[in-house]
């Protein structure tokens, strides 16, 4: 996963953990994986509150379009997995087929604006 780090720890342990929930997602059967589906949908809920309240407390010029796009990515996952506790082969070809390429493309198009401005702040915070 090397490509999806931005240098910017806890956005990068976030999405580790991230990646390993959608790990166990994919690995689960039965009951498991809806359960392993709201505990991602959960996981990304807090995820996304945590870079928000970054971008509000710094003043981050790219506070909508991020938080849009967060509410993009969780609509469709909140959708996907009430659809998965009724029909669950749908919500599987959501987390087998498109989950890791969204937030792949999240992390690289999105969240590295974020990161990069951060890097920017920490720079002036030292040599001001
Ligand atoms: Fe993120
Ligand atoms: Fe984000």
Redo the contacts with the bound molecule.
């Keep these: 996963m090397e490509e999806l780090t931005l240098g910017i720890e806890v ?1 990068d342990e ?2 580790t953990e ?1 990646l390993q929930c959608l790990a166990r997602v994919k690995a689960a059967s039965g009951s498991d994986f809806v359960e392993g589906f709201s505990a991602l949908v959960e996981h990304t809920e807090a ?2 509150a945590m ?1 928000e309240e970054l971008m509000r407390s710094l003043g981050f010029y790219g506070l909508q379009e991020h938080h849009d796009e967060h509410e993009t990515l969780l609509s469709e996952m909140r959708y996907f997995l009430q659809k998965a506790r009724k029909l669950p082969p749908f919500g599987r070809s959501y987390i087998d087929d498109y989950a890791y390429e969204k937030f792949r493309r ?2 690289i198009n999105i ?1 590295s604006q974020l990161a990069m401005f951060l890097k920017t702040v920490e720079t002036e915070k030292v040599y001001g």
């Design positions: 956005m976030t999405h991230f995820h996304f870079e999240h992390i969240d």
